[in-house]
């Protein structure tokens, strides 16, 4: 099957939207529900105190977590749209972040296929590898640097 670069941007287009209107859909249902989540978690005092201070680090943190969370750390990205409605964080700025994650993740995977559509099970393997080489980078950065801040 002959595949046109017409029906690649097609595709990519499609899905993108589709991700996006799916992130939406997530943040919109947990920041209505949030009252209803929070009032549960009142009845425990320890609770409470982690989820204001978990609220107050997301929203200093969580444009980094959302846009990372699209293409890199893969699986993340549904937890962080709801943590980012429950913390009633910017939707524009969720939306931002959340998109141009999404069209990262589109692009490039769709990219990719398009270019090695003959070899993409022997790419494939490579792929699902990739996040988890960048997590771990990033690990032993952070480490480096808390270790070297108490040094």
Do not use: C
């Amino acid at each position: 099957m002959s595949v046109t670069i017409e029906d690649y941007f097609f595709s990519v287009s499609l899905i993108f939207f589709g991700l996006v209107l799916g992130d939406i859909a997530t943040y919109v249902t947990a920041s209505h529900l949030e009252k209803v989540f929070t009032e549960k978690l009142r009845k425990y005092e320890k609770i409470e105190k982690k989820l204001e201070s978990g609220k107050y680090l997301f929203n200093k943190y969580g444009a980094l977590g959302i846009f990372l969370g699209r293409f890199v750390l893969l699986g993340t990205g549904a937890p962080l749209n709801y943590i980012s409605g429950f913390s009633k964080y910017s939707f524009r700025k969720f939306l931002a972040y959340s998109a141009s994650g999404e069209f990262l993740y589109v692009s490039i995977y769709a990219y990719i296929g398009f270019i090695f559509k003959d070899s993409w099970v022997s790419l494939f393997d490579m792929i699902i590898e990739f996040p988890y080489i960048i997590l771990l980078i990033l690990l032993v950065i952070f480490a480096y640097h808390q270790l070297k801040r108490y040094l």
